[in-house]
């Protein structure tokens, strides 16, 4: 099967995982999970796998190849709320609702009997089961970010295995969404109350990276869905349940644009590599690609029969 250049995979509450082709907006493949939620998908530096994070398991497929499913990821007990890869391409990152962080091991086996042995860490405070929400790495590769139901964001080092940092932007209002800025200078989190968090990142005197509170973006009214900020180091999208994506310059926090024509919740956003484009995903049923210059719809990629609820793209 030959890969695309430009990979486009959407997950929908109608139980399928959908791949797009870029330019006609045609579905080009399906694989089907009954009865099973997906609720983040990230396409692996090589653009060989796909991972979903599902419930209470993490699902690996093959991309290139009509068997899909090659991997399955347990040791969770609770909803999978967010996956990620390292940049290696070796090992894998998630979160969940039963208040773990873990890396898996994508090279050791995969047998029945050594599904858990994939993993190779996990992370979570003693006594605490306060789910998570959402996990990013730090491009150093070695700090994980997590942020919970409870409104605090913990900085998890890899080398000392220990929670090193916790932030508490809002209190008792839980953070949605976490993005770093490619060169790792950045942190944005996004709240259920619509607010946008922003710290400078600066490695400290010590080891530990310090985080510096530098601005507080009141971006929507209601929910914020998820945030990302561009690769180029010039945006910052939030995606909200106002229907809308909005674009923020970074360099003074000010509206760019906003991004219209969804007609629900706007759940999840990724950017192009060269930041020139923008994917959304919806519980309208839609996943749109748009224009960062004019900010207008260019694409609309319709088949899910229920809402979408993920995406991810991958266009290196």
Not at 18 to 30: H, I, L, T, V
Request: with cysteine; aromatic share 8%.
């Amino acid at each position: 099967m030959s890969q695309p250049s430009v990979i486009i995979a959407t997950a929908s509450y109608d139980f399928t995982i959908r791949f797009w082709e870029a330019q006609s907006a045609s579905c080009y493949r399906a694989i089907n999970y009954p009865a099973v939620n997906v609720n983040k998908l990230e396409i692996s530096p090589d653009k060989r796998h796909l991972a979903a994070a599902c419930n209470p398991y993490i699902r690996l497929f093959d991309i290139n190849s009509h068997h899909g499913h090659v991997r399955t990821f347990v040791a969770h007990t609770s909803n999978v709320t967010a996956v990620g890869f390292h940049a290696d391409g070796n090992s894998m990152y998630s979160g969940s609702d039963d208040g773990t962080v873990r890396i898996w091991d994508l090279r050791a086996p995969n047998r029945p009997e050594v599904y858990e042995r994939n993993c190779l860490k996990a992370y979570h405070l003693d006594g605490s089961v306060t789910p998570i929400n959402t996990v990013v790495l730090h491009p150093n590769q070695i700090e994980l970010i997590s942020g919970d139901q409870d409104g605090i964001i913990r900085v998890w080092d890899t080398r000392m295995n220990s929670c090193t940092i916790e932030l508490v932007p809002e209190p008792d209002t839980a953070i949605r969404s976490l993005s770093v800025m490619r060169d790792g200078s950045m942190l944005a989190a996004a709240n259920d109350g619509g607010t946008c968090y922003i710290w400078n990142i600066v490695r400290g005197s010590q080891v530990i990276t310090e985080f510096e509170p530098i601005h507080k973006l009141q971006a929507h009214n209601r929910h914020i869905l998820k945030c990302v900020l561009s690769p180029d180091n010039k945006y910052l999208a939030t995606a909200s349940s106002d229907k809308t994506v909005k674009i923020w310059n970074v360099d003074s926090f000010t509206l760019d644009k906003v991004l219209t024509g969804h007609q629900r919740w706007v759940w999840d956003c990724a950017f192009s590599v060269d930041a020139k484009f923008i994917l959304t995903a919806s519980s309208d049923m839609t996943a749109r690609l748009w224009s960062m210059e004019e900010g207008n719809e260019l694409r609309v990629y319709r088949g899910h029969n229920k809402a979408i609820v993920c995406c991810a793209l991958n266009d290196v």
